[in-house]
C-alpha cells in the first residue's frame, strides 16, 4: 500500500473559492485513506469529489454524471487505471484525465500518455501540487467547454492550419477538412498550439515539455514521440510520412505550414 501525502495547512488564500460553478472531479483509486484525504482536500478548495474505489464503481457514478476531470490511479485490482483511462476516453473525450502512479512505473506512463491521459503525478505527491495539476487541465479544458452555442466565429486569425486541418485557438478545437470536429487532448491543443506560435522553427523535446505543458515533472523523451505520434494520425494524409509536423534529425520537431493559397 502506498504512503498517503501528508496533509497540508492550507492559508486562506488558498482556501477562497474563485470558480462560479464547482468543478466535477472524480477520484478512483483503492486505496480509502487517499481516497478520502483527496475528497476532503479537494474539497476544501471549492472542487465538488465524488469517489470510486474501483473501475466498475466509476463507470457507474459517470453514467450518473459525467465529471469535468477524473484522477485515475494506474494500479487497482480487477480492471487498472489504464483500462479505464482508454475507455473514458473513447466515451468522453472531454473528460480530462490525470493518472497516479508510482515513480518506477515508466512504461505504465507512456502507455497512458498514448492512451491520452492529460497530465500524470508519481507517488508519494504533494497535495498542492496535485491540485495545481488538476486545476491547469481544467483550465485548458474549459473555454471549449464554456463558450457558448451561439458564439459567433473567431477572426481567421485565430485559426492555424495544419495541413487541411485547422486548429481554433480561441475555441481550443481542431477541425478537419470538412469542418467536423476532431477530438483532442488537452495536451494535444496545447502542443500544437506550441507548433503554431513557432512555425518552421525546430523545438526540441525539452522546449516542447516546458513550453508546451508548463510543469516541472520528469522529461522522458518518448512521452513527447508519443503524443506527436498520435497527432500526425489526426493532421497528416500519411502519418507515416508527415508532411505538417516534421522531425528534425538529433533536434526534435517543426511544424511546416502549408504555403499561402494551398
Same mark, same amino acid.
Given at each position: 500500500?502506498s ?5 497540508? %495547512?492550507?492559508?486562506q488564500?488558498?482556501? $477562497?473559492?474563485?470558480q ?17 484525504l /483527496?475528497a476532503?482536500y479537494?474539497?476544501? %478548495?471549492g472542487?465538488?469529489? $465524488? ?16 465529471p469535468?476531470?477524473?484522477?485515475l490511479? &494506474? #494500479?487497482?485490482?480487477g480492471?487498472?487505471? /489504464?483500462?479505464?483511462a482508454?475507455?473514458?476516453r ?16 515508466s512504461?505504465d ?7 491520452g ?10 497535495? !498542492?501540487?496535485?491540485?495545481? *495539476?488538476? *486545476?491547469? &487541465?481544467? !483550465? ?10 451561439n458564439?459567433?466565429a ?6 492555424v ?11 481550443r ?5 470538412d469542418?467536423?470536429e476532431?477530438?483532442?487532448t ?11 506560435? %513557432?512555425?518552421?522553427?525546430? /523545438? #526540441? *523535446? ?7 505543458? #508548463? ?7 518518448r ?10 494520425r489526426?493532421?497528416?494524409? #500519411? ?8 522531425t528534425? *534529425?538529433?533536434?526534435?520537431?517543426v ?8
Amino acid at each position: 500500500m502506498s504512503i498517503a501525502p501528508p496533509l497540508y %495547512h492550507s492559508t486562506q488564500e488558498e482556501s $477562497r473559492v474563485n470558480q462560479a460553478a464547482p468543478l466535477r472531479v472524480l477520484v478512483v483509486d483503492d486505496e480509502s485513506e487517499l481516497r478520502s484525504l /483527496l475528497a476532503e482536500y479537494f474539497g476544501r %478548495h471549492g472542487l465538488d469529489v $465524488r469517489q470510486a474505489a474501483d473501475a466498475a464503481q466509476a463507470r457507474s457514478l459517470i453514467e450518473t454524471t459525467v465529471p469535468d476531470l477524473a484522477v485515475l490511479d &494506474v #494500479n487497482m485490482p480487477g480492471e487498472n487505471g /489504464l483500462s479505464l483511462a482508454r475507455w473514458l476516453r473513447s466515451t468522453h473525450p472531454r473528460v480530462g484525465i490525470v493518472m497516479l502512479t508510482t515513480v518506477s512505473e515508466s512504461i505504465d506512463r507512456v502507455v497512458g500518455l498514448e492512451l491520452g491521459a492529460d497530465d500524470y503525478i508519481p507517488k508519494p505527491f504533494e497535495l !498542492r501540487e496535485l491540485l495545481a *495539476r488538476v *486545476r491547469a &487541465v481544467a !483550465r485548458r479544458l474549459q473555454p471549449a467547454d464554456s463558450a457558448p452555442a451561439n458564439a459567433t466565429a473567431p477572426a481567421p486569425s485565430q485559426r492555424v492550419r495544419f495541413g487541411a486541418c485547422s486548429l481554433d485557438l480561441e475555441t481550443r478545437q481542431l477541425l478537419g477538412a470538412d469542418g467536423a470536429e476532431i477530438d483532442i487532448t488537452a495536451a494535444e491543443f496545447d502542443l500544437l498550439a506550441l507548433f503554431a506560435r %513557432h512555425p518552421n522553427r525546430p /523545438l #526540441n *523535446r525539452d522546449q516542447i515539455m516546458e513550453q508546451a505543458h #508548463n510543469r516541472g515533472w520528469e522529461v522522458f523523451d518518448r512521452s513527447i514521440d508519443l503524443r506527436v505520434m498520435r497527432l500526425r494520425r489526426k493532421i497528416e494524409r #500519411n502519418p507515416d510520412r508527415p508532411e505538417v509536423i516534421k522531425t528534425v *534529425r538529433n533536434v526534435g520537431y517543426v511544424f511546416v505550414p502549408a504555403p499561402e493559397g494551398m
